[in-house]
């Protein structure tokens, strides 16, 4: 488990957790049980996604121009702000808004630790090591990354990166 995720506490654990048992992971309705609704929506240039609150419902507003996988993490990514950095988006009218590169304004370790949650949530690592062991022999090939890309609906480019921190683990 991600330092990140053992920092989530009580009942927002226990739903995470039930979504994490299976891939690809069902973010809409682990969003919707954490009370968080997700519009896929015309964001500006430049801008991946945003989380707010509006009208007393926090809201994820993903970019309609990103593939699909992008969207996917562009929503863990939003859902770990909402999930540990709430005081920022509840101090801003405008909540929180991430550029492409996941940067919104707040301190680069804000960022870091999103990113590190997001990754948790949409490439849950206990599912990584045993589909990585049941139906690619442990081996991290080409062929390993973009198979398990596929199966957990995010790109080749986060996948590879999530291997590799298993690799050095
Ligand atoms: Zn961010």
Redesign the pocket.
């Known amino acids: 488990m991600s330092k990140e995720l053992s920092r989530v506490l009580g009942q927002q654990r226990e739903i995470i957790e039930h979504y994490l048992s299976e891939y690809p992971v069902k973010l809409g309705q682990m969003a919707r049980d954490l009370g968080v609704d997700i519009k896929v929506a015309s964001l500006g240039t430049g801008i991946s996604g945003r989380i707010a609150l509006e009208g007393g419902r926090y809201v994820i507003r993903v970019n309609r121009n990103e593939a699909r996988e992008r969207q996917r993490f562009t929503i863990g990514?939003?859902l770990a702000?909402f999930l540990l950095h709430r005081h920022i988006i509840d101090s801003s009218p405008d909540g929180?808004t991430?550029t492409v590169l996941?940067?919104?304004g707040?301190p680069e370790r804000?960022?870091f630790e999103?990113n590190r949650l997001a990754a948790e949530l949409v490439m849950p690592m206990s599912l990584i090591e045993r589909e990585l062991r049941e139906n690619f022999g442990g081996l991290v090939t080409e062929v390993t990354i973009e198979g398990l890309a596929s199966l957990f609906e995010v790109s080749k480019a986060a996948m590879e990166i999530k291997l590799s921190t298993l690799i050095e683990a």
């Open positions: 990514h939003e702000h929180i991430d996941y940067r919104s707040a804000i960022e999103a």
